[in-house]
């Protein structure tokens, strides 16, 4: 089956440390998202791919970097210097970047001990 | 620059009535538009897309949606609400490469 996987579903971090979020897609999409979800928030943009080796800050990049090594996995990291990061992660891959149907995964939901 | 406002943040609705889920939205370019469905903890899930083809839109589930260019709305709605459609939904606008997301609907459904 073609999708998005997102690993791990729960994950606790203690304060100061940084934590890495996985997700791999098998649809063959160039283009994947990263977006950070809060209660009465929607969806916020934290980083974006349109190709292997290429990425972009979203809205709110600060605390969080990204890698894009191979077209399936855009890894997230959580770094210390996110000052709020407990929130669920959602990360999305389309066709071609923005204007395609975007397909998410499961989610993670961080939370910072 | 493009945006989309969902009107109303939680809705009610009893079960077999009308679900209607408001959504405007601005754009300077001819948009694509979506809804999408969010059950807890989980991921967002594709309910149908509008690409600038037919004006009414059926997607999953049995809802659908409306563009309505003159009104700047794209409106979801489903006749009969079933116990299974208590969900979060958003809309989103996609032009000129980017891609927005409203702040969501929630939706209960009562017995």
């Known amino acids: 089956d073609g999708g998005i996987t997102q690993s791990p579903k729960y994950l606790f971090r203690k304060e100061g440390q940084n934590v890495t979020l996985s997700c791999e897609q098998n649809?063959?999409?160039?283009?994947m998202y990263w977006y950070r979800q809060d209660p009465g928030q929607g969806l916020r943009l934290i980083y974006y791919?349109?190709?292997?080796?290429?990425?972009q800050k979203g809205d709110i990049a600060e605390g969080y970097s990204v890698s894009r090594e191979k077209k399936e996995s855009f890894p997230l990291t959580v770094t210390s210097a996110q000052k709020n990061p407990t929130a669920f992660y959602l990360c999305?891959?389309?066709?071609?970047?923005?204007?395609?149907?975007?397909?998410f995964g499961p989610g993670t939901r961080l939370t910072v001990l | 620059a493009q945006s989309v406002t969902q009107l109303g943040s939680h809705v009610s609705v009893s079960e077999g009535a009308l679900v209607l889920l408001r959504c405007n939205y601005s754009?300077?370019?001819?948009?694509?538009l979506f809804w999408y469905v969010q059950y807890p903890n989980q991921g967002l899930q594709l309910l149908l897309k509008?690409?600038?083809?037919?004006?009414l839109v059926k997607g999953i589930n049995g809802f659908e949606a409306e563009f309505k260019k003159s009104e700047t709305s794209f409106h979801l709605t489903k006749p009969s609400a079933h116990m299974s459609d208590a969900a979060e939904y958003f809309c989103?606008?996609?032009?000129?490469?980017?891609?927005?997301f409203g702040t969501g609907t929630s939706l209960t459904v009562i017995p």
């Open positions: 999305a891959s389309s066709i071609l970047f923005s204007v395609d149907t975007q397909y």
């Open positions: 649809l063959n999409h160039d283009a």
């Open positions: 791919s349109q190709i292997v080796n290429d990425f």
């Open positions: 754009s300077s370019v001819p948009p694509y």
């Open positions: 509008y690409t600038s083809a037919a004006t």
């Open positions: 989103a606008v996609s032009a000129g490469n980017q891609f927005y």
